[in-house]
């Protein structure tokens, strides 16, 4: 056991372990490889000398002291050489391994044996008996294992010792890359704590990917920023359009002076700046040139046709349908402009705030001042010129519900036209601060 200390105490102090200690702390496996092939060779001539005082003791016993010696090797060497070691179980998880031929195969492959004491068939090679030989463990058996030489350069040497995290990086991305996916497709919900742990999580394998290769490590840092910018333009977006959408509910409920009841009624009439509400809207009221739910209407009332009284009920509909059903769209597609030119935004500030940001309370802001009821106001100066316009659109929608029988959304515009008032007459009051209006398209 003084033997075993003493030897590896030397190598401690050595200059070439202190180069192993350099490389590690650099992470620069060429150098790493250096040194440990070094430390090996003085290594193999330390044991070679212990073995031939061994041989010179007089003991029959002489292989249980060898093996003794071997396992008080590789059990001090974890505390005096704790980079040695470290370097050698890389070289394990891979299977990686030295051992000496102790004989030959009945298909003429070299045998060898590993320290443990494991016999490992090496297939193709040209070994003879007493030859060390580093070899990787390829299958395992019962009773022997079977492997091939292992030639151990800077390269390979890399491989190794990159494995692990080459692992943890490609299962961080592949993971990272399935959630963006799902943001993308509106499958999650998008809030400032998960951007902030994905954000985190790129920040941490960033830092993993400074362990490679100067093109390896470019390489993946550059799959990296392109997941951050698809991560921060998908959160931005949504982070937005939830960010006004809230503000929205919370301006509804404050207008309307009345009970639950009321209120309740404000928040289901589609409003400015909830873009669910819109589409929810188009998808009641569109399709193609006549109003969803027309034909069936006008079947109904000409199966019905018994009068002059239900005639004159039939075109009053159709002439007055047919007369709001054109503003009624011009209505939705300036607001699809206003949403496009949000969105549009919204994309702009991901750009600018994912090129050097990552702290989550940076990007609330961003959005806090992009969107700011001066900055939505003169966007909607751009959808609409005049408070008149508008209402006089938004008229023609809650007239061509009401014609479609749906009287519950009559109630719901009568109660959230308090905060309309208040909005269209606010982003119209700062027509003459702001720039020129563009004409909408």
């Given at each position: 056991?003084?033997q075993?200390v003493?030897?590896?105490?030397?190598?401690?102090?050595?200059?070439?372990?202190q180069a192993?200690?350099t490389a590690?702390k650099?992470?620069d496996?060429?150098?790493?490889f250096n040194?440990?092939k070094r430390?090996?060779?003085?290594?193999?001539?330390?044991?070679?000398?212990?073995?031939?005082?061994i041989q010179?003791?007089?003991r029959?016993?002489k292989d249980?002291d060898?093996?003794?010696?071997?396992?008080?090797l590789?059990?001090?060497?974890?505390?005096?050489?704790?980079?040695?070691?470290?370097?050698n179980?890389q070289?394990?998880k891979q299977?990686?391994m030295e051992?000496?031929?102790?004989g030959?195969?009945?298909?003429g492959d070299?045998?060898?044996?590993?320290p443990e004491?494991r016999?490992?068939v090496i297939r193709?090679?040209?070994?003879?008996?007493?030859?060390?030989v580093?070899?990787?463990v390829?299958?395992?058996?019962e009773k022997?294992d079977?492997g091939?030489?292992?030639?151990?350069?800077?390269d390979t040497?890399?491989?190794?010792?990159?494995q692990d995290?080459?692992?943890r990086v490609t299962n961080?991305?592949?993971?990272?890359r399935?959630?963006?996916?799902s943001?993308?497709r509106?499958e999650?919900?998008?809030?400032?704590?998960?951007?902030?742990?994905?954000?985190?999580?790129?920040k941490?394998v960033s830092e993993?990917a400074?362990?490679?290769?100067?093109?390896e490590k470019e390489?993946?840092?550059?799959?990296?920023?392109?997941?951050r910018?698809?991560?921060?333009k998908?959160?931005?977006?949504?982070?937005?359009?939830d960010?006004?959408?809230?503000?929205?509910?919370?301006e509804?409920i404050?207008?309307?002076?009345?009970?639950?009841?009321?209120?309740a009624?404000?928040?289901?009439?589609?409003g400015?700046?909830?873009?669910q509400?819109?589409?929810?809207?188009?998808?009641?009221?569109?399709?193609?040139?006549?109003?969803k739910?027309?034909?069936?209407?006008?079947?109904?009332?000409?199966?019905n046709?018994?009068?002059?009284e239900?005639a004159?009920q039939l075109?009053?509909f159709k002439t007055k349908v047919?007369?709001?059903?054109?503003?009624a769209?011009?209505y939705?597609?300036?607001?699809?402009l206003?949403?496009e030119?949000?969105?549009r935004?919204?994309t702009?500030l991901a750009?600018?705030?994912?090129?050097?940001?990552?702290?989550?309370?940076q990007?609330?802001?961003?959005?806090?001042?992009?969107f700011?009821p001066e900055?939505?106001g003169?966007?909607?100066?751009?959808?609409f010129?005049s408070?008149?316009?508008?209402?006089n659109?938004r008229?023609?929608v809650?007239?061509?519900?009401l014609?479609?029988g749906?009287?519950?959304?009559?109630?719901?515009?009568?109660a959230?036209?308090p905060?309309l008032?208040?909005?269209?007459s606010?982003?119209?009051?700062?027509?003459?601060?702001?720039a020129p209006v563009?004409?909408?398209r």
């Amino acid at each position: 056991m003084s033997q075993t200390v003493k030897t590896l105490k030397k190598i401690a102090s050595s200059e070439e372990y202190q180069a192993l200690e350099t490389a590690i702390k650099q992470v620069d496996p060429e150098a790493i490889f250096n040194a440990y092939k070094r430390i090996s060779e003085i290594l193999e001539a330390s044991e070679k000398e212990i073995l031939d005082k061994i041989q010179q003791l007089p003991r029959q016993k002489k292989d249980l002291d060898w093996q003794r010696f071997r396992l008080a090797l590789a059990a001090r060497s974890q505390t005096i050489l704790p980079q040695w070691y470290w370097v050698n179980e890389q070289l394990k998880k891979q299977k990686i391994m030295e051992g000496k031929v102790t004989g030959v195969g009945s298909k003429g492959d070299p045998l060898a044996k590993t320290p443990e004491g494991r016999i490992v068939v090496i297939r193709g090679a040209t070994l003879k008996e007493g030859d060390r030989v580093r070899f990787k463990v390829v299958a395992e058996g019962e009773k022997i294992d079977f492997g091939r030489v292992f030639e151990l350069t800077p390269d390979t040497f890399y491989f190794v010792l990159t494995q692990d995290i080459r692992e943890r990086v490609t299962n961080s991305l592949n993971s990272m890359r399935g959630r963006i996916d799902s943001c993308l497709r509106g499958e999650v919900e998008s809030t400032p704590s998960e951007l902030s742990q994905l954000l985190s999580e790129l920040k941490d394998v960033s830092e993993l990917a400074a362990r490679f290769r100067v093109e390896e490590k470019e390489r993946l840092l550059a799959r990296i920023q392109a997941y951050r910018a698809r991560l921060i333009k998908a959160s931005i977006v949504k982070l937005a359009f939830d960010f006004i959408a809230k503000r929205e509910g919370r301006e509804i409920i404050d207008s309307t002076q009345g009970n639950q009841e009321q209120i309740a009624r404000a928040l289901s009439a589609p409003g400015l700046f909830r873009q669910q509400a819109h589409l929810s809207l188009k998808a009641e009221l569109l399709s193609g040139d006549k109003p969803k739910g027309y034909p069936e209407i006008i079947k109904q009332l000409e199966k019905n046709l018994d009068s002059m009284e239900t005639a004159l009920q039939l075109m009053d509909f159709k002439t007055k349908v047919e007369g709001i059903y054109p503003l009624a769209k011009r209505y939705l597609e300036q607001m699809d402009l206003f949403f496009e030119r949000l969105n549009r935004k919204a994309t702009d500030l991901a750009f600018k705030l994912g090129e050097n940001t990552s702290d989550v309370s940076q990007i609330q802001s961003g959005i806090e001042t992009a969107f700011s009821p001066e900055a939505l106001g003169a966007e909607f100066r751009r959808a609409f010129r005049s408070p008149e316009e508008f209402f006089n659109l938004r008229g023609a929608v809650n007239e061509l519900r009401l014609k479609l029988g749906n009287t519950e959304a009559s109630q719901a515009g009568v109660a959230i036209e308090p905060y309309l008032r208040r909005i269209i007459s606010l982003a119209f009051s700062t027509r003459s601060a702001a720039a020129p209006v563009a004409p909408p398209r």
